[in-house]
């Protein structure tokens, strides 16, 4: 593997680069992980700030409001929000926050940026396919963004499109145009997330440095390769569902239809299964949640050692555990589907395979608390994020047991109480995981500039007590059986009692969001202005932080370095405990061969 | 003249002092202070706003529950509904212990190790002794769940038939409800939406003879104590036929038929007696006044006083009036039900007319 990377030594740096080249169809993984992160990032200020009106709604559903009438035009008329574009603010909401920020945004940027730095490669192993892949996202992008703009509005059958809902633009208008474009940037954002995983599993096999074998990987590189092998398991079947949808919409095929009367007339469909499309959906939607934060999980592994001067508790558990979580997560889609008339046989098998799946979340957990214990912690942003994550992927994992257990799921199932526990342990928390990343890695994508620590601090804490303060007491309306995509919960007097938790989490939320921009602003100023740290500011093991601050096509001016020990020698002693192995430095790079008075440890 | 000196003195005293500390200061090297990364200041503060945090977290806990608890479903209305509440009881019991524990573990490390230049980390990077044991508690505890929950759901999900249900179908479409009871022989007639026409509106075949006594009404009444067969159809999208009160819930789907049983154990009138009851319905009239005084300044018509009824509602999305697509659910006696049942008219009934 060395051999054909050392192939690549003089290449690069002598090539003439554009305007064009460097910054827009750049093959450089630096450069796409940043056109990534960037997009990511403005989807998510969409995403978000839809969020925000339909969190107005819940709160204020008698309000009119006049930003409704400045952002959703003939959708508000005097203010007043249309039921319809409230499901479509939820669905493309859903949507945009699942796939293009922590799917596209999150892996996308951070497998870019790391598998070449931290396996020291030179690049990606096609950059030419890297760059594809990015501008199909981009394109996916646009198309789900233009789709906002259509006569009849945007997809609004929920992110999970079940049919027929979303194949008949007679039950909801949004199912016109809009869904067909949802279709196509879903097509597209798969094509694009396929070329991706499958650039990252090749260059992770295929391009690591003299030395470092799989044991020796950082645990962010088994976290972003086991990603993007699920990814190509599981998003494959995604698109299928996505053109068995596109056929019934406009070819008249009966994939997912039957026996459907609407709009005063019989539809010639017959035989299809709407379960079948939930099927689909789901052996991609499960696994996508793993797809979302697995990477956050690697992200905060790396980032909790570091900061702890410790190296990460169980490095092999870790392993194992991501693998563990991988293979389970391609066996418990159908505890999405508990109650759609699936078999309760099959119930019972999904909940068994479910449960199983907390072991290795549980022993990650207890692996990341022990990680701290005994530490001498640095407590700068991205480690604040790191130990957020860990208390919200808890909090939101435990309450997964309850939604987990078939038997509960009858009661609570699509209530408020699923949409608490999904943002809580994957939306915030992965979230938390790509604050951390931006945070510890910002000085790796912008040339050794770094982010204002204060900023970072205001920032963490606004965020922490935002999303429990949004998603607790969202726990307690989900369990007064609320049912989720209610357009108010005051239209009948059963829920009148809950309106008043609604403001609150409304509050919350719109803090919280302002919150985003203390993060925006220090993002946009220290990208510009930022102060200039050391080669390696966070005295960091891996081999990204060898390589040259200022960018250049193929990371490292000389050779690449060799790896001759795992990633995780922090505060490691030397045989007779009188110094630390390097005197006076608590950490020993990757690249640093075994000293004279070290003990090898099995690594 | 001595006061004045005095004066002056002390004012030039603390000049000095003022400028020697400054000298001092610039005589010291770069403070890291300058720097981004965190200092030990940084990590000083930090750590104890982590302590903090992990109180404000049992906070919003405690708060909630003090002050939201009673938003919650009062108790099951149905035989197994009252096994849903055992399980989640025990298993909320089990998530508020280790929640409560792993945040005080994680946060109080985070507060206790934060760092500084004096103190070293321990290297410690493995205890296969430690990993088993928090491998094996989640393994025993995680089986324990799993088979009291998989015997729960075992139980609600399959029902002898020898029990001899009453067979009610449940008939969703785009935003509403309807209910057809298979009359004196409890069995439904078929049904296909291709026979919708006129008032035959769920598309019963009129030539079963099974068909011909089935009652189609638009407010579900069920007798205490008698185990009910729903059988869900859906007209045009997926719906969910979601009973929070008897913990029961199952999807509607075009082209399938999908059920659900259970024996509701209360009836509408004694529910409305229970304490909880009485209270939610006591806050909600109370927020329902206040609005009104607001309503009847402004010559807008009041809201009507509301009383506890079980609801059916729609739980899976469906179009734009989702969140407005219920049906009243009346438990009552067995006689109350047989006389409310006789009132009712039969399809073959209906047609003629």
Redo the contacts between chains.
């Keep these: 593997m060395s051999e054909h990377a050392n192939d690549h030594d003089d290449h690069g740096h002598h090539h003439k680069e554009t305007f064009v080249t460097k910054y827009i169809f750049s093959q450089d993984h630096k450069m796409i992980s940043k056109q990534y992160l960037i997009t990511g990032l403005f989807m998510g200020i969409i995403g978000i700030a839809m969020s925000l009106l339909f969190r107005l709604q819940l709160a204020w559903p008698d309000h009119q409001f006049t930003v409704y009438e400045i952002f959703l035009g003939k959708w508000a008329e005097d203010g007043v929000m ?3 574009v409230y ?1 479509s603010l939820v669905t493309i909401h859903g949507t945009i926050m699942v796939f293009f920020v922590l799917t596209a945004g999150l892996s996308g940027t951070f497998s870019n940026l790391l598998i070449p730095l931290q396996i020291g490669a030179r690049d990606m192993a096609s950059g030419f396919l890297n760059m594809v892949s990015y501008w199909l996202f981009f394109l996916s992008s646009v198309i789900m963004l233009l789709s906002l703009f259509v006569e009849a509005g945007p997809a609004s ?2 992110w999970t499109i ?1 049919p ?2 979303s194949a ?1 633009p007679q ?2 208008p949004g199912s016109g145009m809009g869904m067909t474009l949802w279709l196509v940037a879903m097509g597209i954002f798969v094509a694009s997330s396929l070329l991706g995983s499958l650039n990252y599993i090749v260059t992770v096999i295929n391009l690591r440095t003299k030395g470092m074998s799989m044991t020796r990987l950082p645990l962010t590189i088994w976290a972003f390769f086991v990603t993007a092998i699920i990814g190509v398991v599981s998003f494959p079947v995604l698109l299928s569902a996505v053109l068995m949808l596109i056929m019934d919409r406009s070819f008249g095929t009966s994939f997912f ?6 709009a005063g007339e ?1 539809l010639h469909n ?6 079948l499309f939930e099927h689909l959906f789901w052996f991609l939607g499960h696994p996508e949640v793993y797809i979302v934060i697995l990477p956050a999980m690697g992200l905060v592994s790396e980032i909790m050692a570091t900061n ?4 990460i ?5 870790m392993i194992a555990s991501i693998l563990a979580i991988a293979f389970l997560s391609t066996i418990v889609w159908g505890h999405h589907m508990f ?3 699936m078999n ?1 046989f099959l ?2 098998v999904f ?2 395979t479910t ?2 799946i ?2 290795p979340s ?2 990650k ?6 990680t ?9 942003p991205a ?2 994020f790191s ?1 957020g994550f ?2 919200t992927f ?2 939101g994992g ?2 997964g ?2 939604l987990g ?4 799921d ?2 609570v ?3 408020m109480f699923v949409v608490a526990h999904f943002h809580l342990v994957m939306g915030i928390s992965a979230l938390y995981g790509l604050f951390a990343g931006v945070y510890h890695w910002f000085p790796k994508m912008f040339e050794g500039k ?4 204060k900023l970072g ?1 205001i920032h963490f ?1 606004i965020t ?2 935002g999303a ?2 949004v998603f ?2 969202m ?3 989900g ?3 609320l ?1 989720r ?5 005051s ?4 829920f ?4 008043d ?1 609604n403001v609150v989490i409304t509050v919350f939320a719109l803090i919280t969001a302002v919150g985003q921009l203390v993060f925006l602003y220090n993002f946009i100023h220290s990208m510009f202005f ?2 200039v ?1 050391s080669q390696n ?2 005295n960091s093991t891996t081999l990204e932080w060898t390589a040259e601050v200022k960018h250049i096509h193929g990371n490292w001016d000389g050779p690449i370095p060799e790896v001759h020990r795992w990633p ?1 020698d ?4 030397n045989k007779d405990n009188s110094n630390y192995v390097i005197a006076g430095q ?1 950490f020993v790079p990757q690249h640093i061969p075994l000293q004279d008075n070290e003990e090898e ?1 099995s ?1 | 003249m001595t006061a004045y000196l005095v004066i002056l003195v002390i004012i030039l005293f603390g000049v000095a002092v003022w400028q020697i500390n400054k000298v001092f200061k610039l005589l010291q090297p770069a403070q890291p202070e ?5 200092s030990d200041k ?2 000083n ?3 104890y ?2 302590l903090g ?1 992990v109180f ?2 049992y906070w ?2 405690a708060y ?1 529950f003090w002050k ?6 009062p108790v099951a209305a149905s035989e197994h ?1 009252l ?2 509440d055992q ?2 009881l025990v ?2 019991v ?2 508020f212990v ?2 409560i524990v ?2 005080w ?3 109080y ?2 507060f206790v ?4 230049k004096d ?9 296969h002794k ?2 088993f044991i ?2 094996i508690i ?2 025993i505890v ?1 089986a324990v ?2 088979i009291y ?2 015997f ?3 139980d ?3 029902f002898d038939e020898d029990d001899d249900p009453m067979v009610v179908e449940l008939y969703a ?2 935003f509403d409800w309807r209910a057809r009871y298979g009359g004196l022989d409890n069995t439904l007639g078929e049904a ?3 026979l ?1 026409e006129g008032i035959n509106q769920l ?1 019963v075949d009129v030539s079963d003879p099974n068909a011909q006594d089935d009652k189609v009404v638009t407010e579900l009444h069920l007798p205490i104590g008698k185990k009910v067969l729903f059988k ?1 159809r859906a ?4 719906h ?1 036929a ?1 009973m ?2 008897f ?5 509607c ?4 038929i ?1 059920q ?1 049983a259970y024996t509701p154990n209360i009836t509408t009138k004694d529910m409305r007696l229970e304490e909880d009851v009485i209270a ?1 319905v006591k ?2 009239n109370e ?2 006044t206040a609005k009104n005084i607001d309503l009847i300044a402004k010559g807008e018509e009041a ?1 009507e006083m ?1 009383d506890f009824d079980f ?1 059916l ?12 697509m ?1 049906m009243n659910i009346i438990v009552e006696t067995e006689e109350e039900f047989n006389i409310w049942i006789s009132e009712q008219g039969t399809i073959a009934e209906t047609l003629k007319k």
């Excluded at chain 2, 190790?113 to 500084?116: A, L, M, N, T, W």
Aim: charge should be positive; charged fraction near 10%.
């Design positions: 249309d039921p319809n499901l059958a929920g079940y027929p809902l008949l039950a909801i239809l039957s026996d459907i009367y609407i019989v017959q035989g299809g299964s709407p379960v702890a001067r410790k190296p508790f169980g490095y092999r558990a109650i759609t008339g309760p119930g019972s909940t068994f449960l199983l907390a072991i549980a022993v957990a207890f692996n990341w608390i022990t701290l214990w005994k530490g001498n912690l640095k407590m700068n480690m604040l130990i860990v208390s808890i909090s435990l309450t047991i309850v257990d078939s038997a509960l009858i009661n199932h699509d209530t770094m982010l204002n620590k601090y804490w922490a007590i429990y303060g607790f007491p726990h307690f309306i369990m007064a059986g049912p995509r209610y357009y108010t919960n239209n009948f007097p059963y009148d009692d809950l309106l938790i930022g102060k740290g500011p966070w995780y922090y505060s490691k002693m608590d440890l690594h | 300058d720097s981004e990364v965190a940084d990590n503060t930090q750590g706003m982590m945090f404000f977290i919003i806990l909630c939201w608890g009673n938003v919650l479903l509904g096994e849903i399980l989640m298993t909320m089990l998530i280790v929640g792993t945040q573990l994680l946060h490390f985070a190790y934060r760092g500084s103190k070293k980390a321990l290297f410690y990077a493995e205890n430690l990993e928090w491998t989640p393994v995680l769940l799993i929950g998989l729960t759901w075992t609600i999900m399959s479409y785009q296909n939406v291709r919708i598309g869900m007209q045009d999208v997926l969910s979601y929070p009160h913990r029961a819930q199952m999807n789907v075009p082209g399938m999908t659900f939610k806050y909600i927020i329902r809201l509301y609801l509602l729609c739980n899976k999305i469906c179009g734009s009036n989702h969140f407005n219920q």
